[in-house]
């Protein structure tokens, strides 16, 4: 059964607290995106990875950055975290189209929802 | 710069009825769209359509694609309480990367 779990669905930090975010997906999937979600702003992408320490800005990068050391694990990081970054992140994996994978969809993780004080 | 617009932003009916969902896009080297349903979780996929004029269907619900005038559109027959739920429609474009929508929150009263 497909599965991506994150390491935490709630968290609470501090202001100028460095906040990791822990994705992992049990598909050998290539691609990994971080996405926050906002009332009244839909999903916004982060950052994404097509592989293995490869990684591309999404829309809001800023204040944001990203691992990819192993396939399965992708890791958001926030240096310093801001009340602005108070939200719901969710991760997803998906295949790279193209493999003969046909209709093939962004699997997504439960989601984390960090408040930061 | 890309973006894709869902409307109405919400919607409220009574079981039995019928809605229609929009969603517009603007984006560079389209691939797809998929809709998505999001009540308190992570969204479930509902359909990709890469097509135009292909009805895709499970069930009471039901899409399909215009790449002409740029726009999809979801329907929900015979509405039920437990269709109640945003619905994402996002654009995926040829370096896999999602744009979504702000969503559409549909509200089925009994």
């Known amino acids: 059964d497909v599965k991506v779990t994150q390491s935490s669905r709630y968290l609470v930090k501090r202001t100028g607290e460095k906040v990791f975010l822990e994705c992992v997906q049990d598909?050998?999937?290539?691609?990994m995106f971080w996405y926050r979600q906002d009332p009244g702003l839909g999903l916004r992408l982060i950052y994404f990875?097509?592989?293995?320490?490869?990684?591309e800005k999404g829309d809001i990068p800023e204040g944001y950055s990203v691992s990819r050391e192993k396939k399965e694990r992708f890791s958001l990081i926030l240096e310093s975290a801001s009340t602005n970054q108070t939200s719901m992140y969710l991760c997803?994996?998906?295949?790279?189209?193209?493999?003969?994978?046909?209709?093939?969809?962004?699997?997504f993780g439960p989601g984390t929802r960090l408040t930061v004080t | 710069e890309d973006k894709v617009v869902q409307s109405p932003l919400s919607l409220v009916v009574h079981e039995g009825d019928t809605v229609t969902l929009n969603c517009s896009y603007e984006?560079?080297?389209?691939?797809?769209l998929l809709w998505y349903k999001q009540e308190k979780k992570a969204p479930t996929f509902l359909f990709m359509l890469?097509?135009?004029?292909i009805e895709k269907k499970s069930g009471r619900l039901s899409s399909i694609l215009d790449k002409k005038e740029l726009f999809s559109i979801l329907n929900i027959t015979a509405t039920q309480t437990g269709d109640s739920a945003v619905y994402l429609c996002?654009?995926?474009?040829?370096?896999?990367?999602?744009?979504f929508g702000t969503g559409t929150r549909l509200q089925v009263f009994p």
């Open positions: 997803a994996s998906s295949f790279p189209q193209g493999l003969g994978q046909g209709d093939y969809e962004q699997y």
């Open positions: 598909m050998d999937h290539e691609n």
């Open positions: 990875s097509y592989d293995v320490k490869m990684k």
């Open positions: 984006v560079t080297n389209f691939r797809s």
């Open positions: 890469t097509s135009s004029g």
């Open positions: 996002a654009v995926e474009d040829n370096t896999d990367k999602l744009i």
